[in-house]
């Protein structure tokens, strides 16, 4: 399974973003796809999770502000981040787990800095 996450950038706080995760190599719906983060000097941290069938999870620190969907037809995941506050301020890795299989994959990292 390859993973390209794209969308971060510089935003104000208070301001949105949005990113995408879009996976090939296997079939979407039987993919976990799971946001994370990792500020600098700190452990990385799961933002939010969705299941193939739509079922999501999201972090308590990001809770009413993020939202985790996914497109299956187009195999993208999507992290709608709302209300952005400079703690936010991290890389930003998709993580794809194959529901039959176990296998875990990760995409590249997208920036994500929010500007007091």
């Known amino acids: 399974v390859q993973l390209q996450a794209s969308g971060g950038g510089l935003v104000q706080a208070g301001g949105s973003l949005r990113l995408s995760c879009v996976a090939s190599?296997?079939?979407?719906?039987?993919?976990?796809v799971t946001w994370y983060r990792q500020a600098p000097g700190k452990q990385r941290e799961l933002v939010a999770s969705?299941?193939?069938?739509?079922?999501?999870n999201v972090a308590d620190s990001v809770k009413g502000r993020f939202t985790i969907s996914r497109t299956n037809i187009r195999n993208t995941a999507y992290l709608q981040m709302n209300s952005l506050k400079p703690e936010d301020t991290a890389v930003y890795y998709c993580?794809?787990?194959?529901?039959?299989?176990?296998?875990?994959?990760w995409g590249q990292g997208t920036q994500v800095t929010v500007s007091s």
């Open positions: 190599g296997s079939i979407f719906r039987n993919i976990v």
């Open positions: 993580n794809a787990r194959v529901t039959d299989s176990g296998s875990e994959y």
């Open positions: 969705i299941t193939g069938a739509g079922r999501s």
